[in-house]
């Protein structure tokens, strides 16, 4: 039964990832017909839409306890992003992003007691290696427009995914996963609905707001956005928490970058280069390290033979 429940954890892992990778398309589809706080709300309605249903067995007191959680992803992880991504180069917030596995290694040692062993650390900067690589080798310039704020920024939202992971873990033992998913869509839906009602309210553009609801890739994008890399990845991302250990579940947030590739290659023709192939190596290979129990990477002493 244990086996069996890692095993469906590890599935949603994937998954979780195929769907973010795959959801870099729709953002760049929505944002030639949105801002992106005016996304983000748009994004967090259909969310919040989705799953209205579970606040009528929502009690207040698990709303209250699971708000924490919901502050740190979506809320201050997207803005924090967005703001960041303004005054930061995309190569500088990729590769602060890809640190992620690390700071989320960290956490949960200090709050949750879990520790990688060796390999498990030499596995985790492989992968990480690997999306470094691939932004790096991109060639936009390291340090072209970005400012010490902007970094700063990019460096919280890396940290509040982190911090999200190692919360989600410890309260899905005390919590349902619809719950919890629940709270962060409604938390979403909130603040990044309140921000874009605020910014239109003193700007006075309320046209500018509703006008992309007449493009349909908008809607399909909000939809897919909203629904599938919100809701249904919230919800993957708080099962697998709820079986694996916080840093192995990170690591597989790397696949997202290679999906993000092969997506590029498939759907936008996009050319597929040789630093793309060493840094999806490079990405596998570490996902898959991290993934071997520590016990099997031991030789067997000759007693044992």
Request: charged share 10%; proline share 4%; net charge positive.
């Amino acid at each position: 039964m244990f086996a069996n429940n890692r095993r469906k954890a590890y599935m949603a892992a994937v998954l979780n990832a195929l769907i973010i990778g795959f959801s870099f398309l729709f953002v760049k589809m929505a944002l030639a017909e949105a801002s992106p706080f005016d996304l983000l709300a748009y994004r967090f309605t259909a969310s919040f839409a989705a799953v209205l249903p579970v606040m009528l067995v929502l009690k207040p007191k698990d709303l209250a306890a699971l708000l924490p959680l919901a502050l740190l992803y979506p809320g201050l992880f997207f803005a924090y992003q967005t703001v960041g991504l303004v005054y930061a180069s995309s190569s500088e917030a990729g590769i602060i992003q890809a640190a992620v596995p690390i700071f989320t290694l960290l956490l949960a040692a200090c709050f949750l007691k879990e520790r990688a062993s060796r390999h498990h650390y030499l596995f985790m900067l492989l992968s990480v290696a690997g999306v470094v690589t691939i932004v790096v080798m991109k060639g936009t310039k390291l340090g072209n427009g970005s400012s010490a704020a902007g970094l700063l920024f990019v460096l919280v939202s890396a940290v509040s995914l982190a911090g999200y992971s190692i919360l989600a873990r410890k309260l899905t033992k005390s919590y349902g996963v619809i719950e919890i998913t629940f709270v962060m869509a409604f938390l979403g839906f909130l603040v990044f609905g309140g921000i874009a009602v605020v910014q239109h309210a003193v700007q006075g553009n309320w046209g500018s707001f509703f006008r992309p609801l007449a493009s349909r890739p908008f809607l399909v994008s909000i939809l897919y956005l909203g629904v599938l890399s919100s809701l249904v990845t919230s919800y993957l991302s708080n099962y697998a928490l709820s079986q694996i250990e916080a840093y192995k579940i990170s690591i597989f947030n790397q696949l997202a970058t290679m999906v993000s590739i092969a997506a590029g290659v498939i759907v936008l023709h996009e050319p597929l280069l040789i630093y793309h192939v060493i840094g999806a190596v490079l990405i596998i290979a570490g996902v898959v390290g991290v993934c071997i129990p520590a016990s099997t990477m031991k030789k067997p002493s000759p007693l044992s033979r």
